[in-house]
């Protein structure tokens, strides 16, 4: 699959729950919950305009879309 969600990997690096950067982007906790695993059927730019800065509201460090998800080449 071309595009990785790295979600997961982010709020393990910072200890955040999953529950947390739901309350803190407005964002459904069924809906992290998915970015996380993988089986988001599509990703909103809204949404992620609220995730980013939520991020960085509760690590106090910058992040961007990597922190979220990646595209990965098909031949990498």
Do not use: W
């Not at 730019?45 to 990597?66: F, N, Q, Y």
């Amino acid at each position: 699959m071309p595009v990785q969600f790295t979600l997961a990997k982010t709020l393990h690096r910072y200890d955040i729950q999953q529950i947390q950067l739901a309350e803190e982007s407005d964002t459904r906790a069924a809906t992290i919950h998915q970015l996380c695993h993988g089986t988001v059927k599509r990703v909103n730019i809204e949404m992620v305009e609220r995730i980013i800065p939520a991020l960085e509201r509760l690590t106090g460090a910058k992040h961007s879309l990597d922190d979220v998800m990646i595209y990965v080449r098909d031949d990498e």
